[in-house]
């Protein structure tokens, strides 16, 4: 890598105002698992680390009957091991845990893991100049690419897709996300639309302009819900999703479909809602032919490259396995 | 008939060189395995605690002073002319010692990652930055990655002199009248199948620390060779005769390892230029683009057989992608193990700008293996009969049939589907087979020099590496079994070219070369303490034995006897030193292990996953030295077979000509979950393995020879036809081209349900 300046941040605006404007000089480290696969890889070349973690009050975490706060520090082990966590918002405990190793797991923190970039191949090679590198084209999106991990949904005109476990737990969760905005103000968002689409900075896979740093993730109870995170993964050991579906519902205690959030992860440049997937499961009770349809719905759109056909059908069976998961609480036989 | 040694003696408290006569017993031998006590043990290596502790130093851990670190400057392109190159930007940082330029201007690259130029500098970081200052102008050419591609003859050309096109090295091997046999046959099975290219993974990249002394040269290498690498450097350019190369310990070779290559070549001239020790060890993107691959084959099979299942005939005809380099030649024959009666094999070694090939641990077996192995039961099943029916129907080895029975009945084999796909549900279990052939036997190479002082110690040098197998515990066992001591009594010093001519360790020939020198070393330091024994009891040295506890004593009377220690006191004051040759004992090795493979297997149906619920390996290795490595042997061999079965999958990008995956995140090898649950020791009699049990079981089975032989290679071999199998024993379908990852499954599957 590159050898750059190592700043210890003393609170946030020391930290924003050491980042400065410029994306090319400076980034923020947490963690450092993936931003350092990043700088020795060269894919990037910052003259200048800003540490987060030395800014205090960032790695607190709170449970209450309102919700969970969890600050950008919380190391997805601590998530892994809590059993409050486990027990309300299962979704983000199994996301935490599916994460790359222990190792990884132990050093990671969840704003990190919500901040990192592509795992796209041709992203992460230091010679290939693509589109979110500022080429000209998604090398990714050609028919004779190597696209067997990237975008089914959402794509284009970057063919990425959005890597953090997390993230798609914290869509289906109903998360907001908070950060300080590059005036030294402090936003909200949901987490929904704190991911963007390539369609509005092939560049950047999130709202965060540079400098703007994400502090606070915050869960809100919801009685009766029940979620779960399904990952698939090609090697268990440690492995990115290549479809992952997130899901929280509300059931009646007769099995009806109160409230559903589905959400997909691995398929597109963000986590992917599903809408019309959810109205078609909201007031009814399960059966293998709704699952099926809900599942068909979900992946509605989209529009496989050339060697990724599998994961629509691969998603599909992760969705009804999800939402069955969620809504009964039972694994589907 | 008495034989004469000449030995030291000391007299009257004088040493002189006298020569003795020693009883000329009968020649040496393992002895009865029954009565071993330490041999054929399970014994736990020595080295284990340092290697966990980090005490052991590995050629990576070498710090010396003023050490600068090399590094290659690799090429982006696959295929390129270097029409210019300027070291000058890079000469002037501050910390660069030397810089080196390796294609000179008008050089071709022909793969991503070939070394363009080289740099030492004093820490790893101004390395880098020096590299990277280096200017190669590159005028790219076009550049074929794919082997299928490589062969059309409008594909660009590898290397610019190939007449015709990329394929090379034609070879055609026939017997007997093929067209007819096939005409004459109840069933045909016919199709084209992939066993992919794989990187060797060694966990310990490739490199050597070296330092110059005047003309004197000492390495620190990361090698299956010591004194391969030893020759390499008295012969290249710049080197110098007077080589030293040290490899305490090395993490891992599979056959990539043998000589000085690029790395220490480049060490050595670059420590000359800097006039300072360098070590240059690759970093993992580097080692995974490094010129060594386990070259893949893309093979088209015919099988015949008629309705009892004989195997009629064979038509074979491979495409192994040689890279850059040349590929081996798996299936040259036809066949695999299992012999038709009629065959021909048509060969064609094709070229792509990939980089070269090395041996990769049984090379050219577990390609033949999966794909001769997936046809056979694609054949079985066209004749509805039992895989295993089959092949012993066309093979008749008894060793080998035993194993497969056993094999059979520990993994309960009568569980598998009849029909392949019979099993209802969407989670399908199935189990397959697959088989090994191999030599493992050795040859006259490394010498074994025992050296007992007066105190009674024991030192046992010799130029072997342990490549990972556990030597030592041998090196120590052997000589500690034949004197009647313990493990622990034996001091073992390997992997140091100062201790005579070495062994390259590959082709599973090292304990078959070393364990009989190591023996006859044993057998001399016997020899000569027996006489001295004699002279201090003052009897013939043929009255004298040596009994457990390193006790000698008058045969017959156990009282009137001398221990170790008041043996060894009466030597003089060099004590004294024996050096076991292999060719006085070459009738303790063999030649030629067999060697199965059973896997089961669950796939999901919906999402093409396959998870491995059992793998049990059969192996023999003839004398077994140390049951407890044997048995490591096999089960990493069945750890590495199935990351090759469902993960390992270089990428090469038909847009870019770049290896997509030069790391370990995305050259997915088998991890902790992957590994098929626990490992289960077994002993005889084994037991069958309940239907819901998870486990590896690793069988070293006794092979009668009661001689040794190798074991390294045969264990991975059928590992990846075993879980092909058991995934097409699952499904019904083949994954014909490896290896068996989601998306392929899933592929085949589909296809499935299109022609159904
Ligand atoms: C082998 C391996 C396997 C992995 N497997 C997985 C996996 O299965 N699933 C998964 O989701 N991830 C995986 N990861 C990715 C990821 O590195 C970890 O998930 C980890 O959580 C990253 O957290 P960190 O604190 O180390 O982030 P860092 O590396 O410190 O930061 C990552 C990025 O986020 C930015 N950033 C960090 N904090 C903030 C903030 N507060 N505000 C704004 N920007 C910020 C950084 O500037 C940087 O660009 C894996 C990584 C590796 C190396």
């Known amino acids: 890598m590159k050898a750059f300046q190592f700043i210890d941040a003393r609170d946030l605006r020391s930290a924003s105002a050491a980042l400065g404007r410029d994306a090319a000089r400076t980034r923020l480290l947490a963690g450092g698992v993936d931003l350092l696969s990043e700088l020795k890889e060269r894919i990037i070349e910052p003259e200048t680390l800003v540490n987060l973690k030395t800014v205090p009050g960032l790695n607190a975490l709170r449970l209450d009957a309102k919700g969970l706060t969890l600050g950008t520090l919380v190391t997805l082990d601590q998530i892994e091991f809590h059993q409050g966590i486990w027990k309300s918002y299962t979704a983000l405990a199994e996301a935490a845990q599916s994460v790359g190793s222990p190792q990884i797991r132990n050093v990671g923190t969840l704003g990190g893991n919500l901040c990192q970039r592509p795992r796209c191949w041709y992203y992460r090679d230091e010679s290939i100049n693509c589109i979110k590198k500022g080429g000209s084209k998604c090398f990714a999106a050609e028919e004779e690419a190597d696209n067997k991990f990237n975008a089914i949904l959402g794509g284009g005109p970057s063919y990425i897709v959005h890597p953090s476990d997390c993230a798609t737990a914290l869509v289906a969760l109903g998360a907001m996300v908070k950060y300080q905005d590059a005036r030294g103000g402090m936003q909200t968002v949901p987490a929904e639309e704190f991911f963007l689409l390539p369609t509005e900075n092939p560049a950047r896979e999130n709202v965060l302009r540079h400098g703007e740093i994400l502090t606070e993730v915050m869960v809100p109870a919801l009685a009766g819900a029940r979620s779960t995170y399904v990952k698939f993964k090609e090697k268990d050991s440690f492995d990115w999703a290549v479809s992952a579906v997130a899901v929280r519902a509300v059931a009646a205690p007769d099995g009806t479909v109160r409230d559903i959030r589905i959400v997909l992860g691995g398929v597109a440049p963000r986590p992917w809602r599903c809408p019309r997937a959810e109205g078609m499961l909201k007031g009814k009770r399960l059966s293998a032919a709704l699952l099926n349809e809900a599942a068909e719905a979900a992946l509605e759109g989209s529009k496989p490259l050339s060697k990724n056909a599998y994961k629509v059908p691969l998603t599909r069976v992760l969705v009804r396995r999800a939402v069955n998961q969620a809504v009964t609480g039972k694994q589907m036989a | ?756």
């Open chain 2, 1 to 756: 008939m008495p034989k004469k040694i000449k030995t030291v003696v000391v007299e009257n408290g004088f040493e002189k060189e006298v020569e003795i006569e020693v009883p000329d017993g009968p020649p040496a031998s393992w002895g009865d395995p029954r009565s071993l006590r330490i041999l054929g043990k399970r014994n736990p290596r020595p080295d284990g605690p340092d290697k966990v502790t980090g005490r052991a130093k590995y050629s990576s851990d070498i710090v010396l002073p003023g050490m600068c670190y090399g590094r290659f400057l690799m090429s982006p392109y696959a295929a390129a002319s270097v029409t210019g190159i300027d070291i000058s930007a890079a000469e002037r940082i501050p910390g660069v010692k030397a810089v080196i330029a390796i294609v000179q201007n008008g050089g071709q690259v022909m793969y991503h990652g070939q070394p363009v130029a080289c740099v030492a500098a004093m820490t790893p970081e101004i390395a880098e930055d020096a590299i990277r200052a280096i200017r190669v102008q590159y005028v790219a050419k076009p550049f074929v990655v794919d082997v299928v591609k490589a062969r059309d003859s409008q594909a660009p050309k590898v290397r610019a002199e190939m007449m015709g096109g990329n394929v090379q090295y034609p070879g055609e091997n026939s017997k007997g009248d093929v067209e007819a046999a096939f005409r004459g046959a109840a069933a045909v099975h016919h199709a084209v199948y992939e066993a992919q290219t794989r990187l060797h993974c060694c966990l310990e990249t490739h490199g050597q620390t070296v330092k110059w002394d005047g003309d004197k040269l000492t390495v620190w290498a990361s090698t299956q060779f010591v004194s391969g690498v030893q020759n390499d450097f008295r012969g290249m350019p710049g080197g110098t005769k007077n080589v030293q190369v040290i490899t305490e310990h090395m993490g891992g070779g599979f056959g990539s390892k043998f000589g000085a290559g690029p790395e220490g070549l480049f060490a050595m001239q670059l420590a000359k230029k800097a006039n300072a020790p360098v070590k240059f060890l690759l970093n993992r993107a580097e080692e995974q683009l490094a010129n060594y691959r386990g070259p893949g084959v893309v093979a088209e099979v015919k099988l015949a057989a008629a309705a009892d299942g004989t195997l009629l005939a064979s038509d074979v005809m491979t495409w192994n992608n040689g890279g850059a380099s040349n590929a081996g030649t798996p299936l040259d024959q036809g066949f695999y193990i299992i012999e038709p009666q009629v065959r021909r094999a048509k060969r064609y070694g094709v070229l792509t700008n990939t980089g070269g090939t090395a041996a990769l641990r049984a090379p050219g077996h577990p390609q033949a293996a999966v794909i001769y192995d997936m046809a056979l039961d694609a054949l079985a099943a066209k004749l509805r009969m039992d895989p295993l029916e089959l092949r012993k129907r066309n093979h008749n080895d008894q060793v080998r049939v035993s194993e497969w029975e056993l094999g059979a009945r520990v993994i309960g084999w009568n569980r598998r589907q009849e029909v392949p796909g019979a099993a209802t549900g969407t989670h399908k279990r199935g189990i397959g087979m697959g088989s090994a052939t191999w030599g493992g036997g050795g040859r006259k190479s490394a010498t074994c020099t025992v050296h007992v002082r007066k105190d009674g110690s024991i030192l046992a040098t010799s130029a072997v590496q342990d490549l990972g197998t556990g030597v030592r515990v041998y090196v120590k066992g052997i000589i500690a079994e034949e004197l009647g001591l313990e493990l622990k009594d034996v001091q073992a010093d390997i992997g140091n070219s100062d201790f005579g001519p070495g062994h390259g360790s590959g082709g599973s020939t090292t304990t078959a070369s070393v364990a009989p020198a190591i023996k006859m070393s044993a057998v001399r330091v016997r020899e000569l303490l027996t006489a001295t024994a004699a002279r201090g009891l003052n009897v013939k040295p043929e009255e004298v034995e040596l009994a457990v506890g390193g006790k000698f004593h008058v045969k017959g009377n156990p009282a009137r006897g001398l221990t170790w220690k008041q043996v060894c006191a009466l030597l003089p004051a060099a004590g004294l030193k024996a050096t076991g040759d292999w060719n006085d004992a070459s009738d303790l090795q063999a030649t030629g292990v067999r060697g199965c493979t059973f896997a089961e297997v669950e796939v999901d149906t919906e999402t093409g996953k396959v998870t491995v619920l059992k793998v049990v390996g059969v192996q023999d290795c003839g004398l077994v030295l140390n049951r407890l490595q044997a048995e490591n042997q096999v089960t990493g061999g069945i750890i590495q077979g199935i990351g090759t079965a469902l993960l390992e999958d270089r990428r090469m990008d038909n847009i870019t000509g770049r290896m997509l995956n030069p790391n370990f995140e995305e050259y997915k090898l088998c991890g902790s979950f992957e590994a098929g649950g626990v490992n289960i020791t077994m002993d005889p009699p084994y037991r069958a393995m309940g239907a819901n049990e998870r486990g590896v079981v690793a069988i070293v089975v006794d092979n009668p020879t009661g001689k040794v032989s190798g074991i390294g290679e045969p264990a991975v071999i059928g590992v990846q036809s075993a879980i092909a199998n058991a995934i097409y024993n699952a499904i019904g379908v083949q994954v014909t081209h490896q290896p068996a990852t989601p998306d392929k499954v899933l592929e085949a599957l589909q296809k499935k349900g299109a022609r159904a």
